[in-house]
RNA sequence: GGGCGCGUAGCUCAGCGGUAGAGCGCUCGUUUCACAUGCGAGAGGUCGCUGGUUCAAACCCAGCCGCGCCCACCA
């Protein structure tokens, strides 16, 4: 006998294990089958589960086994990266704390410490991925760091470096002077703050008493001045235009140039220009080949290119004092308050400096063009659809991938550099050693390049990485392209277009068909949740307390596309009931004796109550389905909550009752497998969404195949039972239903008349259970108006209409509100008609045009539209009446 | 500046041309025998505003008002 409510506690970790162990998660079980392929957006090894992954895995979860179900070969490939920055800085945080820092080990023995670290605290997230009920091909797993990974990007390296896509390039990148390290774009977070437009006057060379005035943010800059630019039509500083200006503090001579980019509007209308340390200035630069001063060095201090005085000083020390030294000399114009966007590194939370050095790129433009083809020919399609708009915007305007990290931790770039910095792009040591030797005709000694690889480089080849490229195995013949991608839109940049093209480059095919984006989840507040702003919601939490399959269900029912997740407890308690519901409804079964009849045939079925929940039940198993195979995840669990609950227990299971409590044999032997045919399917077409409670209630209904749960077939019933459903006289059921559910708003007949139903079409015992509780009873009637004082005639509803008592066959009832019903349905569509054929018979360039006949055709049929419609009107009138 | 999206019940959100929906919360009633994590009955909405299209608009179109996100720029 089942307990009164279900304990998932108990559950959970048991089915899991069971799974595991048989090799129900294993791909190739019994090599038939389609292949259906996932990979896993690769967790960050050394870290814990959020609501983002709960979401993001129980919808591959949910993919993976509905297509298990059907017959698929589904492969759910599993893994974890390495994440670069990340895990360096937690190994770094630690060491701090016992007053050390990387530098005080030395690169390989801090590299040591990371992987220790790694193993350490690598198995967290998978044993969470676990707890959740993902199904991942564990025997599979793979590490972005791992020997074969490794190799597939080393090798995705040197090719791309031979055929010219990876190149090494002197320019600005976005640097972190905290972390010492090159970061993306991408990484990059602009942050308005409050600042000051400082004016300053450079002195004109050979013009005494003659300056130009130039608005700045960033005054510690001007030591890196190499020129001022104006605009070509600025008539303020035309004259000026190829003369100098000499640069206070330093006494450069700036060449006042003529440049677009100046804006006449903005500032002075003269910008001072420091091509070594801002994007646009570089550009400018360029352009009139300018000087590039480097001031800072890699902590952004003023560096030995500057005048002695502010050598040493940080940037925001230096500006102080160059801000005072200039109002000292009388060059300090005015100060405005001055709003504005500065950027900040996504992890260090310092300001990002744009710096001078030298970095690996990859040609993202050539590389890029592949991939916008793929999504614009359709081999690759975006769902929600409008996410494509996002990816060609950005794929269109892509930069140069800046692909090298100053850091320690992740992939070394596979690149030497001989004697006179000739450099060796090889696989290994050894054959850029022999490389280098036969380059230079002699032994020579190799210094290979300290940087490691931007974390995403290797990402980019997971769909196919994971798999054994560069081998040719036989998984990466059967199982890529893969099926589906599911992530969230934060990583399309990072993660999805850079997927995209390096799967169309290195496999020629795109590494996936169709890319799901769901929502993020959000906090309160509807900000992005992240480690730095503290604000993570923690997912594991709500599993203790309600269950692994009532956040699944929630993340499930709030799946619906295009729009942020706001989570609630409260949605999930809600939903942890609604397991416990399915678990009193198998508990009632079981005390029933419902269980499979192995010769049911649900075709067969004779009792109209049976056909009625069979045509349901086939009815949800088809709005799951194609709810799941559209991507709309909230609708699949909406349309089994609303069967299960709602059709099954509130309907089905009471109607059932008197058959099945004092029913004779035949008709009580039919209910019992027909209420076990439907939990067998209903258990089926929820199991994607909450594996362990339908698990655990499998087995009272699984004969006759007695497989579990997770292997077995998905419900694929014929649409002939709907429609044998239909067809049949529905009787008192369906009757009962319409009469509760549509025809009381228009009847008037009282809510009681549910119980008045029950009572009609129940047999005598069951009426006299009922009747025990006449006080209750009569209550109820008073309440909700109806009453009991008279007998009611099975079949019949009894109303009260101005204090008047009419009992009135329900088929009746039924008949007329149909009826009523497809009257107005009728005269709407014909007056819908009417309408038109008046646009048209208006239209003059119609009625002058078309032939004669034609025009009078129309006139017929609009005037034999009316005449129906009023013939129905006057059938409604009587009806109403 | 460019792009995307959102304003529907107290809260969180579905619905996106044909009689306004769910969960939670609230009110009333109810330990009845699968389930009080239940059951029954209710209250609560001019579907942001203004126009337009249509026989019919929460839904389509235009404009406006709020809110959010992404990208770019910012002397």
Redesign the pocket.
């Known amino acids: 006998m089942?307990e009164?409510?279900?304990?998932p506690a108990e559950v959970e970790a048991r089915q899991y294990q069971r799974w595991e162990e048989s090799g129900a998660f294993a791909a190739g079980r019994d090599g038939t089958g389609d292949p259906f392929t996932i990979v896993i957006p690769p967790p960050n090894v050394t870290g814990s589960l959020h609501m983002g992954h709960a979401l993001n895995n129980t919808l591959q979860d949910i993919l993976i086994r509905i297509s298990r179900m059907r017959g698929r070969d589904a492969l759910w490939q599993p893994g974890t990266d390495h994440a670069g920055i990340a895990t360096q800085m937690v190994v770094e945080r630690q060491l701090a704390e016992q007053g050390k820092s990387r530098g005080d080990l030395g690169r390989d023995a801090f590299v040591d410490r990371v992987w220790e670290w790694k193993a350490e605290s690598g198995g967290t997230i998978t044993g969470q991925l676990r707890r959740l009920g993902a199904s991942c091909d564990w025997s599979r797993e793979r590490f972005t760091m791992d020997d074969g990974l490794s190799a597939a990007v080393r090798k995705v390296f040197v090719d791309l470096y031979k055929q010219g896509l990876i190149y090494k390039d002197q320019r600005l990148v976005n640097w972190d002077p905290k972390l010492h390290t090159a970061i993306s774009?991408?990484e990059?977070?602009?942050r308005?703050v409050d600042g000051n437009?400082w004016?300053f006057r450079y002195p004109i060379e050979g013009a005494l008493h003659r300056h130009i005035v130039?608005?700045?943010?960033?005054p510690e800059t001007m030591l890196g001045d190499t020129a001022v630019?104006?605009?070509p039509d600025d008539d303020r500083y035309r004259d000026l235009v190829g003369r100098h200006a000499i640069l206070p503090l330093v006494g450069r001579r700036l060449r006042i140039v003529a440049d677009d980019?100046?804006?006449?509007?903005?500032?002075?209308?003269?910008?001072?220009i420091t091509p070594a340390h801002?994007?646009?200035?570089f550009e400018v630069g360029r352009r009139h080949d300018l000087e590039m001063i480097n001031i800072f060095d890699r902590e952004a201090r003023i560096n030995e290119n500057a005048p002695e005085t502010y050598r040493g000083l940080d940037r925001f020390e230096a500006r102080k004092r160059i801000v005072a030294d200039l109002d000292a000399a009388g060059l300090l114009e005015k100060i405005?308050k001055?709003?504005?966007?500065?950027?900040f590194g996504e992890r260090s939370d310092v300001t990002i400096e744009p710096w001078l050095t030298e970095q690996w790129y990859a040609d993202a433009k050539t590389l890029a063009q592949p991939a916008i083809k793929a999504v614009e020919d359709g081999r690759t399609k975006f769902v929600?659809e409008?996410?494509s708009?996002?990816y060609y915007?950005?794929m269109r305007?892509i930069?140069p991938w800046c692909i090298s990290r100053q850091l320690w931790w992740g992939h070394r770039i596979p690149a030497w550099y001989g004697p006179d910095g000739h450099i060796f792009v090889e696989l290994d040591e050894a054959t850029a050693q022999a490389a280098a030797d036969t380059h230079y005709g002699k032994p020579v000694e190799l210094t290979r390049d300290p940087d490691v690889l931007d974390t995403w480089f290797s990402s980019a080849l997971w769909p196919f990485s994971t798999l054994g490229w560069p081998e040719e195995t036989s998984e990466l013949k059967r199982y890529y392209p893969t099926d589906v991608l599911i992530t969230g839109?934060?990583i399309?940049?990072f993660w999805v277009a850079r997927m995209m093209m390096m799967g169309l480059h290195f496999m020629k095919e795109v590494p996936f068909h169709t890319v799901y984006m769901h929502?993020?989840v959000?906090d309160?507040h509807?900000?992005?949740m992240s480690k730095s702003k503290g604000n993570i919601m923690d997912p594991l939490e709500l599993i203790e307390e309600?269950g692994s399959d009532a956040l699944r269900f929630t993340l499930t029912?709030?799946a619906?596309?295009?729009?942020?997740?706001?989570?609630?407890s409260?949605?999930v308690?809600?939903?942890?009931?609604?397991?416990?519901?399915?678990?009193?409804?198998?508990?009632?079964c079981?005390?029933?004796e419902c269980q499979p009849d192995p010769s049911f045939d649900p075709s067969k079925v004779k009792s109209n109550l049976n056909r009625w929940i069979i045509g349901e039940t086939t009815k949800a198993a088809a709005a799951v389905s194609d709810a799941i195979d559209a991507y709309?995840f909230?609708?699949a669990a909406?349309a089994i909550?609303?069967f299960s609950?709602?059709n099954?227990?509130?309907w089905y299971?009471?109607l059932v009752?008197p058959v099945l409590?004092s029913g004779e044999g035949a008709d009580r032997d039919e209910a019992r497998a027909t209420a076990a045919w439907v939990m067998q399917q209903q258990l089926k077409l929820l199991h994607p969404i909450m594996p362990f409670l339908t698990e655990e209630l499998w087995p009272q209904f699984s004969r006759p195949s007695n497989e579990p749960l997770i292997t077995s077939a998905w419900p694929q019933l014929s649409n002939d039972l709907v429609d044998e459903a239909a067809a049949a006289d529905l009787d008192w059921v369906i009757k009962t239903i319409a009469a509760?559910r549509?025809?009381?708003?228009?009847m008037n007949v009282?809510?009681?008349a549910?119980?008045a139903a029950i009572l009609n079409g129940a047999n005598a015992e069951t009426k006299a259970?009922?009747e025990?509780?006449g006080e209750?009873?009569e209550?109820?009637a008073r309440?909700?108006?109806a009453s009991f004082d008279q007998p009611v005639p099975p079949g019949s509803v009894q109303t009260i209409v101005d204090e008047t008592t009419i009992v009135m066959p329900l088929a009746d009832v039924i008949d007329i509100?149909q009826e009523k019903?497809r009257l107005?349905?009728e005269i709407?569509?014909l007056?819908?008609?009417?309408?038109?054929f008046?646009?048209k018979l208006g239209n003059e360039a119609f009625t002058s045009k078309a032939p004669p006949e034609v025009v009078e055709t129309q006139r017929e049929r609009r005037a034999d539209a009316i005449a129906a419609r009023e013939k129905l009107e006057a059938a409604l009138g009587r009806l109403s009446a």
């Open positions: 089942l009164k409510t279900y304990k774009d991408l990059v977070i602009p308005e437009l004016h130039v608005a700045t943010t960033r630019a104006v605009h980019y100046a804006d006449p509007e903005q500032g002075t209308g003269a910008v001072k801002d994007f646009n200035d405005d001055h709003r504005h966007t500065v950027p929600p409008n996410w708009k996002t915007q950005w305007n930069e839109f934060d399309i940049f929502a993020l959000r309160e509807g900000q992005k309600y029912a709030m619906a596309m295009g729009r942020d997740i706001k989570l609630s409260s949605r308690e809600g939903y942890r009931n609604f397991a416990t519901k399915l678990w009193n409804a198998a508990r009632f079981e005390m029933n709309k909230d609708q909406s909550y609303q609950w709602h099954f227990c509130d299971l009471e009752k409590q509760i549509g025809v009381r708003s228009e009282p809510p009681g549910k119980i259970r009922y025990r509780h209750q009873l209550r109820l309440l909700s108006g509100a019903a107005e349905r709407s569509k007056a819908g008609e009417i309408g038109k008046d646009k």
